[in-house]
């Protein structure tokens, strides 16, 4: 009964190489996000979909490519990987993005080591 | 197993009365505890941490071990503070990291 997953929990790749990391959630949410995690445990938002189209695009690299095959699906392709790009990312949905009231329910997180 | 738990959905307390965001952990480990906010239409940003023992914006968090706990005070409310709020759990080992489902904290003028 997971509400949010996300595949894999840990990818150590070299750099240069195209990874993809997927997230699905089955709580019916209309909207879904992705973000990264720095070593301070800081969250940064890097995407936002809501009904399978962009809503957020903050400034990340444009090797970064998320798609959403339908709303229930945001995935995140990240091509020519750099040593920087290791952290922890988080997929997140919540019904819709307005206002405070909207709870966001996180998956456990992506931990990707760049060597 | 839920890692965290945020028992308040909602919370509404008037302009200047204590808050306090309870929000409870189930690890038995040594984890680090955090409370994140998301003011409204802003993104997620790190609020405190147990282990910096500082006080962000008149909130403070105190880690009681013995109740698995992690509340979030702070004593005069102010309108500002309206947000949600989301405690977070990271596991001393490797890859985990849990959040709570969040509290919307309504300050009421």
């Known amino acids: 009964d997971t509400a949010v997953s996300q595949t894999p929990k840990y990818l150590v790749t070299q750099m240069g190489n195209d990874k993809s990391i997927k997230c699905e959630q089955n709580?019916?949410?209309?909207?879904m996000y992705w973000y990264k995690q720095d070593s301070k445990k800081f969250l940064k938002i890097m995407f936002s979909y809501n009904n399978k189209e962009l809503i957020i695009n903050e400034t990340v690299p444009n090797r970064f490519s998320p798609k959403s095959p339908d709303k229930a699906h945001l995935n995140l392709h990240i091509n020519s990987l750099e040593l920087g790009d290791s952290a922890v990312y988080f997929c997140a949905s919540s019904q819709a993005m307005t206002g405070n009231q909207e709870t966001q329910y996180f998956g456990p997180g992506t931990r990707l080591l760049v060597l | 197993a839920q890692r965290v738990t945020q028992p308040e959905k909602l919370l509404s307390v008037f302009k200047g009365a204590p808050v306090e965001l309870k929000c409870n952990y189930s690890?038995?480990?040594?984890?680090?505890l955090f409370w994140y906010v998301q003011y409204s239409r802003q993104r997620l940003q790190l609020l405190l941490r147990h282990i910096s023992r500082e006080s962000i914006k008149g909130f403070t968090a105190d880690l009681n071990k013995g109740e698995t706990s992690f509340h979030l005070k702070k004593p005069f409310a102010q309108e500002e503070d309206s947000a949600m709020y989301y405690c977070?759990?990271?596991?001393?080992?490797?890859?985990?990291?849990?959040f709570g489902t969040g509290t919307s904290l309504t300050v009421i003028p």
């Open positions: 977070a759990l990271s596991g001393d080992t490797g890859n985990q990291f849990y």
């Open positions: 690890y038995s480990g040594s984890p680090e």
């Open positions: 709580l019916g949410h209309d909207t």
